[in-house]
Structure formats: structure tokens, C-alpha cells
């Protein structure tokens, strides 16, 4: 157990330093951060393996080492005590000024059973009823321009690619461009009116180089294929992680660059294909307010596979912003309620997250003293899960800068 021990510690605090390590020059040690949850979970058994076993010098060690990891632990896991979805449950916490932003890629629409699903993606956009929209891998797609208004879509011109990243807003876009050399990269200034005040935004989508993970490299690695294989396939897959990385370290650097320099208030969204304890995100998040740090709870994952242990899209704002909620889909269902009204019937949607109801429209019923008939549950939808890699990310981000 002492070896075990020493490896793990080891491990552990070489996890510290990888944020700070530029890919381009320790290419190798930055893929530890893919890991690191992992990492974190055996030293936490192994101090209370210590602790248990009374051996208070190894123990006192432990407890040592570990706390100097608490930052680290928080940019996956948040401690809570009881997690409540109700949004009625939640509402005064939200001020009515609060953005609603929400990330996703959406994998060209192609779901699971590689059949276009836009029209389940875009029924699930409209329930959240987001106000700043991002999609990756969102391609060319005049008709989620069409089923997605009210919101404005950035220039299409400005999608290049079927893998381009795009921009919508329930408030006017008055300039938009890409950067050609992030490949993936798009930005969009809109104008959020707030009363008679009018407040310009910018908002960049980021889709940042992959990690040339393929799903046959996760489930070999999920169903532990390793054990009764050769090495071969495991160098072959830290050595297209560690050239990416250095990849992605570069196109880092650049979009920090443009946040620093951007002459309105930022909110950074995207898959950045890389986990918080990685150059990329030390770079881009450093300056900036990380939703699910501010306002999450629990445990974060956004991408599919891997143990759905890691934590790849995020949404990062200015301090000028101060996060509200935090929540990634992996849960929804939409429900449907009829409402019986003056002898007719009227048919609403309501959403929920994980077991429990989001009910604002029966909550008004129940006011009005009217009489609700649930009737048997209509279409439910399996979240992002099959829709994606991905899960979508929603956050509540309100706006105390100065105005223009």
C-alpha cells in the first residue's frame, strides 16, 4: 500500500502544476489533467485509508498534500448538501435582468442512431428559452435559423464549415466576425436594453481543437481493454492527446488575447476540448468568472464518455457579471399539462430537471384557482444524452458593468 501510496501522491501533485506547464514544451506531463478527477478520487481514499489505519505520521502527510489541492477539487466539484431543480424553488434567488446563456454542441444534429434530430434539439432550446445561444459544430443550417426565431442568428457567411460554431440572440447583433486562424471561432456584439439603458455585449463561441479522442479510444479505455492488451494503442492515444494539447495551447493564447483586448463586456462560451485542470483553461478562465465555480453545485461533466467524468464546455464571463445558477442538461423531460379554462382546454408545456417539475405555468393556474388536468406524459425527451457527445450547459449571468 506505501507504493501505492507514493504513486498517487505523486500523481497528485504533479496534477498541480500541469495548468502551468505550456503543452508546446511538456507535452507529455499535460495530459495528466485528463486524469485528474481520478487522481483526486484515490488520494481522497487513501488519506482516509491513513486516517482509519491511525498511522499519524502518513496520515498527517496526506491531509497535507490534499489540501493544497481544495482549489483544484473545485473546478470539478462544488460540495452540496441537497440539489433542487424546481425553478419556483429558485426563483427569487434570480434577478429578471439575469442573461440566460447557454452552450452546446450539437454534433451537426446527428443524434445517436445518426439520424438528424434538429427538431428535438431545437424544442429543448426553446423550453430553456435562453437569451444567448451558442452552438458548436452547428454547420450550415438555414433551418435552425428558421425553427430558432425569435432569436437572431449571426451572418451565415460567417459559417465556413459544417463543424462552424454560431451565435444567437433574443436582442439585436450588430457586428459579428470570425478569427480564421482559431479555425473554429466566431463573435458577435449585441445590445441588451435594460429599461431605457442600452448595454453592448460581446460574446465569443470557441470551438477549440479536438482532442482526437474517437469513441472505439473511450470505450476501449472504459471497458478497460488495457488490462489484457498491448501498450501500443494506450501511447498511441496519449501521443495524439499531447499534440493536441499543444494545439490548443496556441489557439489559448490567442483568444485571451482578444477577450483582454475587447472593448465591451465578454462572455466566453464553447467546447474547449480541454478539462480545468489543463494551459488552455488557465489560460482563457484566469481572468474571468466560471459559472459553474460561482454558481454550480456538485459535480460537473459536459461530455459523454470517458466515464462522463470530464468537464470540456464552459461558460466564462467578465467581472462585470455575477453568476447566478449553473446547470448542466443531462436530465429533462418535457410533460404535457392540460389547462382547463372557461370549459376549454389548452395545452402547455412545462419542463423539468431531473425528477423534479419546473411548473411556472401550473403555478399560475393554481393561482388563478383554476382546475389542472395532467394528463399521461407526452413526448419525453432523453436530454442532450442522445442528441450529442455533449451535454448542453446553462447559466444565469447578471450584468452590473456600467452602461454605454
Known sequence: MGVVTLCVVALFIATLFVPTLDPREWSTLSTLGLIAPFVYAAQALLTLYWIVRWRVAVATLMVIVSLCGVFSVSLFYKLELRRVYTEPNLRPRYDS??????????RSFIGDNGERCIDSVVSMIKALNPDILCLQEMGF??????????????????SRTELSPAIYSRYPIIRAGRVDSLKEFVWADV?????????????????????????????YIERHAYLDDSLGKVRSIITRLAENNALRAAQ????????????????????????PISYTYRTVARPMRDAFRWAGRGYSHTYRGFFDMLRI?????GEEFEPLSYEVIDSWTLEQTTVRRAGQRDTVWRRSYGNQMAMPTLEQAQQAQEQIVRDSLGERIDNGVRYSDHYPVFARLLYNGKTN
Open 141 to 158: 443550417s438555414d433551418i435552425a435559423d428558421s425553427l430558432l426565431s425569435p432569436l437572431h442568428p449571426m451572418p451565415r457567411s460567417l
Open 97 to 106: 435582468r439575469a442573461l440566460k446563456v447557454m452552450s452546446y454542441n450539437v
Open 252 to 275: 489559448a493564447d490567442t483568444l485571451a488575447l482578444m477577450v483582454a483586448s475587447s472593448p465591451y463586456p465578454a462572455i466566453v462560451c464553447g467546447d474547449f476540448n480541454d478539462t
Open 313 to 317: 464546455d464552459y461558460i466564462l464571463a
Open 191 to 219: 445590445v441588451v436594453k435594460r429599461g431605457t439603458q442600452e448595454d453592448t455585449l460581446r460574446i465569443y463561441n470557441s470551438h477549440l481543437h479536438s482532442t482526437a479522442i474517437r469513441r472505439d479510444d473511450s470505450e
